[in-house]
């Protein structure tokens, strides 16, 4: 079948759902303990860490590094995406290896009680969803990647207009060459992507005139990948009233 391109020449892949019934799996003490010690490397102490109970296909954690006077955000890793190789394209092989991290304003509710609500949880719940796509779908996930909510793309909660993510280096890592890939005991090479929400225009002008464009036009008006709901749609043009 011939792949369906964007205006832009982006392949869009259309995923169906899962017809076979998912292998449920535990946690790999290997891959938590490898991507803890990085994390905490080149980024900060772990304060705590999401454990699943049920892991369908890949037991995934999530690590959080608290904010400090430094470093005013959370930080939030997954742990064991990488457990699984992803389906890449030829001559993407040393990027079958992946995990995903997204960060918070320090003001964020964070914890089981705030997570209980939806407007506090649809950031994890996507870096989880994000983490599992690739395995559930047989695909894979790549810098500016962008998955929306559903087709049209309709808002994540109640407290934001974002429908989508993106995937990005992560520009906040101090050290962002010796972040980005490590290696395994097993010589398998995993790389960190970090997520930026998007509203629906900006995965359409990426659609339409390229990856690189939306990514200059974050830049420009500041935009980085703590998540800030109020933040300006870079992809909607400011009307002057006299």
């Known amino acids: 079948m011939s792949q369906e391109m964007s205006k832009s020449g982006v392949p869009i892949y259309r995923h169906s759902e899962r017809e076979e019934e998912f292998d449920y799996v535990t946690e790999n003490e290997q891959t938590l303990h490898a991507v803890s010690n990085h994390v905490e490397k080149h980024i900060g102490k772990i304060s705590n860490v999401f454990h699943e109970i049920i892991s369908p296909q890949v037991h995934l954690d999530v690590l959080i590094v608290n904010p400090t006077k430094e470093r005013d955000y959370y930080t939030l890793v997954t742990a064991g995406m990488s457990n699984l190789p992803m389906n890449v394209p030829n001559g993407a092989e040393k990027y079958k290896f992946a995990e995903l991290m997204i960060y918070l304003p320090s003001n964020w509710p964070v914890g089981p009680e705030a997570f209980n609500k939806e407007e506090n949880y649809w950031p994890i719940y996507w870096l989880k969803k994000m983490a599992r796509l690739p395995h559930e779908f047989n695909t894979w996930l790549y810098l500016g990647h962008t998955v929306p909510n559903g087709d049209p793309?309709?808002?994540f909660a109640s407290n934001t207009s974002f429908s989508g993510m993106i995937l990005n280096v992560p520009t906040l890592v101090e050290d962002l060459k010796s972040f980005f890939t490590l290696s395994m005991p097993n010589e398998s090479e995993v790389h960190f992507f970090s997520l930026i929400p998007l509203y629906k225009e900006e995965m359409d002008l990426k659609l339409k005139s390229g990856t690189e464009i939306l990514f200059e036009?974050?830049?420009?008006?500041?935009?980085?990948?703590?998540?800030?709901?109020?933040r300006k749609n870079v992809?909607?043009?400011?009307?002057l009233f006299f």
């Open 153 to 155: 793309a309709k808002p």
């Open 217 to 230: 036009k974050l830049e420009k008006s500041g935009v980085n990948e703590i998540i800030n709901i109020k």
């Open 235 to 239: 992809a909607k043009k400011a009307f």
